[in-house]
């Protein structure tokens, strides 16, 4: 069990490398299948690593101001996330966590035309706390948002977003158990 999950991690790692995006979406039903155990928490652990290298290597091209406004989402959406998760029954995280897998696949594929604003990273980054920390997969909401910009701000961005992202899950997770 444990060295195809590290196997599925590597594979998700280096999609997330290359493009930026995308290892939730494909590690996370992945680990759900070997072992609902693996979701949220040691997935969001063991992502911490690359999102911090991201952003540490596009480090230039971060917008401090945008990526504050989708931390105060984020935050918000974290606290929800983490309370929701509390109050869901043992025998009904499957369930939830392929619910929102598919909304988070659904979010992924219908979202065009949406711009960096205000309103959009402050949506952005609450929708990423409720979903990353139940579920382990930040990506789709704040994606949307930076969906648009030059692919090098981009990653940097989302790196950024990430690893503020999964310590804080892992934290919110961690009070609420």
């Known amino acids: 069990?444990?060295?195809?999950?590290?196997?599925?991690?590597?594979?998700?790692a280096a999609l997330q490398a290359a493009v930026g995006?995308?290892?939730?979406?494909?590690v996370v039903p992945l680990l759900a299948l070997i072992d609902v155990r693996l979701i949220p928490g040691p997935?969001?652990?063991?992502?911490?690593?690359?999102?911090?290298?991201?952003a540490y290597r596009?480090?230039?091209?971060?917008?401090?101001r945008e990526l504050t406004l989708s931390l105060v989402g984020l935050c918000m959406g974290t606290?929800?996330?983490?309370?929701?998760?509390?109050l869901v029954a043992a025998a009904s995280l499957t369930k939830l966590f392929a619910l929102l897998i598919l909304v988070a696949v659904l979010v992924s594929l219908i979202g065009t035309g949406v711009r960096v604003s205000?309103?959009?990273?402050?949506?952005?980054?609450?929708?990423?706390?409720?979903?990353g920390t139940?579920?382990?997969?930040?990506?789709?909401?704040?994606?949307?948002?930076?969906?648009n910009a030059e692919p090098a701000q981009a990653?940097?961005?989302?790196?950024?977003?990430?690893?503020?992202?999964?310590?804080?899950?892992?934290?919110?997770?961690s009070r609420s158990a």
């Open 21 to 26: 995006l995308g290892m939730a979406l494909f």
């Open 58 to 64: 596009g480090r230039a091209a971060i917008n401090r």
């Open 134 to 147: 139940m579920v382990g997969i930040h990506g789709p909401p704040i994606a949307l948002v930076f969906q």
């Open 155 to 173: 990653r940097a961005m989302l790196g950024a977003f990430f690893a503020v992202g999964y310590a804080t899950s892992v934290i919110a997770l």
């Open 1 to 12: 069990m444990l060295v195809l999950a590290t196997l599925v991690m590597a594979i998700g």
């Open 118 to 131: 205000r309103g959009a990273l402050l949506a952005g980054g609450g929708a990423a706390g409720v979903m």
């Open 79 to 86: 606290a929800v996330g983490a309370s929701g998760l509390s």
């Open 43 to 54: 997935v969001l652990l063991a992502s911490m690593a690359l999102a911090v290298m991201m």
